[in-house]
């Protein structure tokens, strides 16, 4: 794809506060699920799935995730890796696609993936995390932000980390309120991020628990924004504020995870695109008055056909209602 957006237009410090970000999540926030949540939420930015500098610059397979329809800017693509001269390589392949900027991810704890030195495993290696977005200022012209976590046992060098982060060149942080010891166990802490704020220059964003817009706005405080993960699989509707937009009929949920699974469809072969698609299911049923029923039924479709008559079964069933809050 040709470059379709000017990459200079953006900085993460001219841009209109709260930030809203549809967080990066491997398997799920794919070109097709960012049209989804596009096309409901005007302003919120999108972030790629999670993905390897190392199989970027090597595997043609995979720089098909750098593909994208314009609809989606402001776009950004999540990287991890180790090695500043690949994410050097990787950046400037992801400028001359348009792509609005670079996002590395400091903060997965995977233990394959800290493993092999990247994801949490940065939050130890101070110069190399400060290495890898210089490599990636002195290749590109692309804005960088770090998504990163309090820290690996405690939060108490997140302060340091992030301050050296911001003199490497990051444009902005996002902090998801666990340590890597945590993973995603527990309830997610933003007291350190509150504080790490007062310290930072750049844009800081929160992450971690945020259940829909209105739930990260009561936690926003001195923040410039924040991140909507897990609570955002299948559930499009979580970047409205529910005070300007009503909640979503079933008949309406069900007419968009169609759309949305055709979308999904066109990138898939069928069978894997009925498979995957799974995933998205539980949030799209939810709430409907034989949710678990027809969950049970559509993870048992084996065919595109089967998958479609099911779904259009839930629609004309189910009470054209909105769902509770």
Known sequence: ??????????????????????????????????????????????????TSVDGLVQNEF????????PCEHPFFMQLFGNS?????????????????GVDINMGCPSKKIVHSQHGSAL?????????????????????????????????????????SLESAGASMLTIHGRTYNQAFKGQAYWEPIYELKKHLSIPLIGNGDVRDYNDGMKRLGNLDGFMIGRAAIGNPWCFQDR??????????????????????????????????FRKYLGSYVNGFRNA??????????QDENSFVRCMKEIQLLEPPLALAG
């Open 243 to 276: 005070r300007k937009y009503p909640l979503p009929t079933h008949f309406q949920r069900i007419e968009v995870a169609l759309e949305h699974f055709y979308l999904f469809r066109s990138f898939k072969k069928e069978i894997v695109a009925v498979k995957e």
């Open 123 to 163: 939050m130890k290696d101070t110069d190399t995390a400060c290495r890898i977005i210089e490599s990636i200022r002195n290749a590109c012209k692309l804005e960088v932000s770090v998504k990163t976590r309090l820290g690996w046992t405690d939060h108490k060098n997140l302060i340091n980390f992030a301050k």
């Open 292 to 301: 678990k029923e027809w969950r049970n039924r559509l993870m048992q479709c």
């Open 84 to 100: 500043p001269e690949k994410f050097a390589e990787a950046s400037r392949m992801v400028e001359d696609r348009g792509i609005w």
């Open 62 to 69: 995979l720089r098909s995730r750098m593909d994208y329809n």
């Open 1 to 50: 794809m040709k470059k379709t957006f000017p990459n200079h237009a953006m900085r993460w410090s001219e841009v209109k506060r709260p930030i809203v970000c549809l967080a990066p999540m491997d398997g799920v926030t794919n070109s097709a699920y960012r049209q989804i949540v596009r096309s409901l939420n005007r302003d919120v930015f999108l972030f790629s799935e999670f």
